[in-house]
């Protein structure tokens, strides 16, 4: 069984620019969550989906969003770059997002000049 | 809310040796699981071992396996005969806190890094 994909790997972006980052669960998942990940913050959460409906979401702000596609497949957008949000972006999907194990991807990482 | 700390951000061992892993939690919930996930350097975060918060039971999953202490809201996680391969940052995990929905959000600790020495 394929396990949890993300695209990009890497990009580079640069402030005021917008970036779409991909996620492809493992194949009958449902539940999709994503983390960003810095030196200074660590992991934290950002916002998990359950078939196509936002369920849970971080202390982020607004120009940090999400959603999910009918396949479970999913997407996070981020509007209006700044420096700070220069980290790894890490998606995790599960069955239910119960319980539930969660499986990573290997992450995107960003950068933004 | 939950927290979680990992009081350790560095340590190292002895290949072959054995090593413990703190981390201590803080929730209100009375049902609750606690995981250690393990990141190497190639970034991708794989399930080191599990624990059900009403298990007393200890967790083992080969060599590797965690002291908690419900009482103490610790739950240390111990390598035994530490291989090359275990080094690699260790994040310590509670998922417990309802949002509501059927989702439970997953909170990490700061994370330790273990260094082997051949």
């Known amino acids: 069984k394929a396990g949890v994909t993300q695209t990009p790997r890497y990009l580079i972006k640069t402030r005021g620019q917008q970036v779409t980052l991909s996620c492809s669960p493992i194949?009958?998942?449902?539940?999709v969550s994503w983390y960003q990940q810095t030196p200074g913050q660590g992991l934290q959460f950002l916002f998990e989906y359950f078939s196509e409906t936002q369920r849970n979401k971080g202390n982020f702000p607004g120009r940090f969003s999400g959603r999910q596609f009918s396949n479970s497949r999913s997407e996070m957008n981020v509007s209006t770059l700044e420096l700070g949000d220069s980290a790894l972006y890490l998606c995790?999907?599960?069955?239910?997002?119960?319980?539930?194990?969660?499986?990573f991807g290997p992450g995107t990482r960003l950068t933004v000049t | 809310a939950q927290t979680v700390t990992q009081s350790q951000p560095e340590m190292s061992v002895q290949e072959a040796e054995t090593v413990t892993l703190s981390c201590t939690y803080d929730t209100s919930e009375s049902d609750y699981y606690l995981f250690w996930y393990k990141q190497p350097p190639s970034r991708q975060m794989i399930l080191v071992i599990r624990q059900e918060a009403y298990k007393q039971q200890n967790a083992t999953e080969n060599r590797f396996s965690v002291n908690f202490q419900k009482a103490a809201k610790s739950f240390s996680l111990k390598i035994s005969d530490s291989q090359l391969g275990d080094a690699a940052m260790y994040f310590c995990?509670?998922?417990?806190?309802?949002?509501?929905?059927?989702?439970?959000?997953?909170?990490f600790g700061k994370g330790t890094k273990l260094s082997v020495i051949p």
């Open positions: 995990a509670s998922k417990g806190s309802y949002s509501g929905a059927g989702s439970y959000q997953l909170t």
């Open positions: 995790a999907s599960s069955f239910t997002n119960g319980f539930d194990e969660q499986y």
């Open positions: 194949s009958g998942h449902r539940s």
